[in-house]
C-alpha cells in the first residue's frame, strides 16, 4: 500500500514539475562560472594571460565542469577614450583588441566578460560608463561580449537607492538596446540594498564589499550574504564576490569552505586564481562535480539558513531530484559540532536519513539528528536523502573534542565525546587520542563504553601534555574512535583538532598588536571599521580596534612587568565603553570613556602575571591605542620594536615633495587635517587617472636592515582611491613598485605597506635598501591625505 502511495505522487506530481524546471532558460539560469583575474592579477591583465586561460579552462577539464566565462577585470582600456567617443583597448595589453581575444575565446566553446563602471571613472581610473551608456554597450556588443561586470566608483551619486537604481537601470537598457545577450553583473558592493531591486536589472548584484584571501574576509562575506538567500534564484543571483580559492592566503579547509559555501548559496563560481599554475589541490577543489551540482542545481534555490548561533551555522538546499544537501559550517576556532534535526530541515519523515559527505564520498546513515564533528573555519556538506532501511549503511557517529590552549610542561585536559547518530546500537566502542611526538596523553575516565545506543554519547576526559621547550605553535592531535556496527562491522570515525602552545613573550618592549593573542581578535593597528585607530581626533599608527564587549587573552608566564596603553571609544562609532586590563584574577587598570572624549591612559603592574586579559564591555569601536607591554628586565627607557624610522614626516613643510607626471596635475601642500604623529602632513590633490607624489632625494637614503616601507593615508569625500608605493633604488635609480591596495569608502584612514621584497622592479634589478634615490607614493581619489612614510 505504501509503495502504491508513493508511486501515485511520482505519476501525479513529476508532470508539474517538469516543465517548470524546464522552462526556457533565460540569461543565467544557473549562477554563472567561470573565472575573473581581479583577484590573483589586479590591472596585469592582457590578451595572453585571458587566452592561455581559456586554454587551462579547457585542457584541465574545468570547462566540462561548467566554467565558462572568461572575465577581464578593470584596467583593459586606455586611459581616454577614442575620437569617436568609444572606449578603446589598451594596444599594448590586447593587440588584438577585446574582439580578438573574444573570438578566441568562442572558438574554444567559452564566452567572454568584460568590466565597465557606472560612475565617471572606473576605480583604476580608466574611463567610467556613466552618461556614455549606449555606446558602451554597443562597443562591447561588437565585440563580441557576453558578460558585464558593472562597478561602482566615482560614481557621482547623491547616495540615493533611487539614484543606484537609475544609474545601473541605465546599462541594463542600453545592454538590452544592442540584442545581444549579455549577463549584466551589477557591482555596488551592497551599498543600496541591490537585493531589493536587482532582480528585473540584472543577473546577479554583489551583496558586500570586496572580498580578499584571508580567512576573516571570507568569514564576515558569508555571515552577510547568507541570510539573503530568499532574494536569489534563476536569472537573479546574490553574488558574494569572485572566489580566492588557490591565491595562498587561507588553509584548504578555509577555501573548501569557500567553494561549499558558494555552492549553497547559489553563488557565481568565478575563479579567482592562476589557473595556469594553480596546484591539484587547487583543482581539486574547484573541480569537485558534487559541490558543483549543488551550485548548478536546476531548481535554483539559495540555500536557507537554518540556525545560526555561536559560529556554527546549517545551511539547507532543495536539490531537483528531491534530495537536501545541508552544510554545516564551522565558522570557530575549534573543533565544534554541527547539528540539525532532520525535523528542522526540508526533508520528509523517514525511518532515517542517507547521508553521503561530498568531499570525501563517505556515506553513512542518521537516525533523525544530521551532525558532524568540523574542523574550526571547515565545512561538512551532506547530500541527503530519506532511508527506508538503514540495516545496511555504516552509522553516523561523531568524535568531538575540547582542549584548551597548552603551556609546556603543565598538564592541559581533554575532553572526547563520540556520539553514535545512527539508526541501531554500536558496539565495543574504543576512543584513543594521538598526539604529536614526545608528548604525553593518559584517559582520566573510560575511553571504552560496549554500546552506544542512537543518540547516546561516551565522553572521556584526558590529561595532555606538551614536553618543557615546546615551541608555541599550533599541533594536531587526532581523535578516534573504533567501533562495530551491524553484524561485526568494524566502524572508524576520526577528528583533527588542533592544539595551541604557547610561550611567553621574549624579552624587550613591544606593541602589543605585534603580539598574537591566545584567544580573541582584533583589527591589528586598524580600528574595527578597518581605518587607523582614532580617538577624539587623535589618529595612531598602532593598537587594537575592537568591537565591545571583546575580550582579548595573552599568556606572559611571569615574564613580563608592565603594560602601558591608551583606551578610548573610535572616532568612527559612538556610544560608551569600558576598558579592563585584567591581571591574572585581579583588575591591574580600567577606565570607562564616551565617544567624542579624549583617550584616557592605563597603566598596568603585571609582575608575577600569568595570563593578561584587555576587556571590553558597552556598544561601541572600543581601542587599545598604542598598547607597549615590557617584558623580561627591560626598562621604560629602552626603545619600543618593531623600530621604525621616519622618512617624510611632514611636520617642517611639504619635504620637496614632488609630482612624478607634471603635465597629468595634482598638487601638494603641508596641512593639518590628517596626522599621525606630531600635528602635520600633506594634502595632496591628484587628476582623475592619479599621479605619483613624493621626493628624488640629493643623498640617498641607507636604509639597511628595514623591511618595509610604511605610509599613512587618508581618504577624502572620494570613493575609490587606490595605490602604490615605489621607490627608485640603486646607480641605475631602477623604478620598483608594490603593494597593490584600494577602498572603497570616503573618509577611511589606513597604514599602506610594503615589503621591498614585494616590490616589482625592471627585469634583473633587485632592489636595494642601502641607496634609495627617491620614493614615490601612488595616489588618486581627488583629495587624499598623507603622512609620515617610514621604514620599518
Ligand atoms: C572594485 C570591485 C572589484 C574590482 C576592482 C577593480 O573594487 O569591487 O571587484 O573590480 O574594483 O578596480
Known sequence: MRRFVCLLLVVVVLPFFVPTAQATPGLAALPPMGFNNWNAFGCDVDETLIKETADVLVSSGLADRGYEYVNIDDCWSLRERGPDGRLVPDPAKFPGGISGVADYVHAKGLKLGIYGDAGTKTCAGFPGSLGHETVDAQTWADWGVDYLKYDNCNNQSDGSQADYIRRYTAMRDALNKTGRPIVYAICEWGTSQPWLWGNGVGQLWRTTGDINDEWPSLKSIIAKNAPLAPYAGPGHWNDPDMMEIGNGGMTATEYRTHMSMWAMMAAPLLIGTDLRTASPETLAILGNREIIAVDQDRLGVAGAVVSDRDGLMVLDKPLANGDRAIALYNSTDSLATVSVPASGTGLSRAPAYRLRELWTGDVRQAKSTISAAVPAHGTVVYRVRPLRDPAGTAPSVTADAGLGTLVPDAGGTLTTTVTNRGAGTITDVAVSARVPDGWTVTAQTPARQRRLA??????????????????????????????????????????????????????????????????????????????LITIGGRVYQRGLGTTAPSELVYYLGDRCTQLVTDAGVDDESTGQASFTVHADDAVAASAEVASGEPPVTLTADLTGVDWLRLVTAGTAHADWAAPVLTCGDSTPNDPVEPEEETLFSFESGTEDFTIANPGDGGTVAQSTAFATEGTHGLEVTTPLGGNWYGARLSVPFDLTGATRLKVDVKADAAAGTTGEIAVQTGAGWSWCQGSRWAWTDAGKSRTVSVTFEELDCPAGVTPDPSQIHAVWVFLNGGHVYVDDIRAE
Not at 488 to 510: F, I, M, Y
Not at 519 to 527: E, P, Q, R, V
Open 454 to 531: 542512537t543518540d547516546t554519547s561516551l565522553t572521556t576526559t584526558w590529561t595532555v601534555t606538551a614536553p618543557e621547550g615546546t615551541p608555541a605553535g599550533r599541533y594536531p592531535v587526532t581523535i578516534t574512535a573504533d567501533y562495530t556496527w551491524g553484524r561485526h562491522r568494524p566502524g572508524e570515525t576520526a577528528s583533527e583538532l588542533v592544539s595551541t602552545v604557547v610561550n611567553a613573550p621574549p624579552d624587550g618592549r613591544r606593541h602589543l598588536s605585534t603580539v598574537e593573542p591566545v584567544t580573541g581578535t582584533a583589527g591589528t593597528d586598524t580600528s574595527a571599521g578597518g581605518s
